[in-house]
């Protein structure tokens, strides 16, 4: 793999245990850098809003509300001491689900940083439905009124490192018309 860039992108992987080491300020602060460097649609950043949770009894609350309807009992945080909910305006001003797919601009900005750093980080909505359920908690996790959580970004250190680079798999889903 060529650059610093698209060797970050090919190490990024799905975290699914995480120490309970907290990632530091700094490291926190270039990931959220990098989100915000994200493209979003009209450049509308009023739009979104990203909360930083590392408090561990809110995120046990919204851990056990997540995993409400989950096949197996179990964190759907893995165990991550920081959680980055993106939240869009309901009524986003944009066709084609803009809300969403500015979400998941600035999650995938923020995977790549972390990977970049050494983090782990895991791309979430499997908690949505539980999360969302709970008006309360919602309140309570900071989600401005008018606003829904479209995805998460679980962060901290994975319990194993895996430095692989991804290869070429998916080469079928690519049509080419010259
Ligand atoms: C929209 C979206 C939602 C996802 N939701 C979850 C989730 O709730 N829990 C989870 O463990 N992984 C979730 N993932 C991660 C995918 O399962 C993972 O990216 C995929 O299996 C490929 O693995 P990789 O990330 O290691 O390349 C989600 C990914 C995306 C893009």
Same mark, same amino acid.
């Given at each position: 793999m060529d650059t610093e860039t698209i060797k970050a992108i090919a190490r990024r992987k799905t975290t699914r245990k995480y120490l309970q080491r907290q990632i530091t300020q700094s490291e926190l602060e270039t990931i959220l850098f990098a989100g915000c460097a994200a493209p979003v649609a009209g450049n509308d950043w009023h739009t979104m809003q990203l909360v930083v949770i590392q408090n561990k009894e809110l995120l #046990?609350? *919204?851990?056990? $509300?997540g995993s409400i309807g989950r096949k197996k009992a179990? !964190? %759907?945080?893995?165990? $991550? %001491?920081?959680l980055v909910l993106i939240a869009s305006e309901i009524y986003c001003p944009y066709p084609f689900h803009a809300g969403q797919q500015n979400a998941a601009c600035i999650g995938e900005n923020m995977c790549i940083a972390a990977t970049d750093l050494g983090a782990g980080s895991t791309y979430l909505t499997g908690f949505l439905p539980g999360f969302e359920a709970d008006s309360e908690l919602v309140k309570d996790a900071g989600v401005r009124e008018g606003f829904k959580t479209m995805a998460a970004i679980a962060l901290g250190y994975p319990e194993? $490192? !895996? @430095? #692989? @680079?991804k290869k070429m798999d998916h080469q @079928?889903? *690519?049509t080419f018309i010259r």
């Open positions: #046990s609350r *919204i851990s056990k $509300a179990s !964190d %759907p945080f893995y165990g $991550a %001491p920081t194993v $490192a !895996d @430095e #692989s @680079e @079928e889903i *690519i």
